[in-house]
């Protein structure tokens, strides 16, 4: 069963860092560009990273710019997202997602992780 499973969700303070993991299996994980979304209560989704396929491309929203990193270990069938300097308007379930580009709307997704940011 093809299928993505993210992990590294919590609960940190303002300014602090979480590691956040998206696992594959049951597909070409290396083919497939894989991006992070995130969706709070009464919000809509948020497209807030990608990674093209081998790496060569990334793309992040205004809002994570500087402060987020995408990267991916294909050996190992995961792509992470870092989160630094975190905000309260960060809290949000983030979600993962593979397609064949950053632009497409997701042939495979994740059950989501939760990220808090609170004081």
């Known amino acids: 069963q093809s299928q993505l499973l993210e992990s590294g969700g919590g609960s940190v303070q303002p300014g602090g860092s979480l590691r956040l993991s998206c696992a594959a299996n049951?597909?070409?994980?290396?083919?497939?560009?894989v991006g992070w979304f995130r969706q709070a209560p009464g919000k809509e989704r948020e497209r807030v990273a990608c990674i093209s396929s081998r790496g060569g491309t990334t793309y992040y929203s205004d809002s994570v710019k500087g402060r987020f990193t995408i990267s991916r270990d294909d050996a190992k069938n995961t792509v992470y997202l870092q989160l630094n300097n975190l905000l309260s308007e960060d809290t949000s379930i983030y979600y993962c997602?593979?397609?064949?580009?950053?632009?497409?709307?997701?042939?495979?997704w994740g059950q989501g992780t939760r990220v808090t940011v609170s004081s």
């Open positions: 997602l593979a397609d064949t580009t950053c632009s497409g709307s997701g042939i495979y």
């Open positions: 049951g597909f070409s994980f290396h083919s497939y560009a």
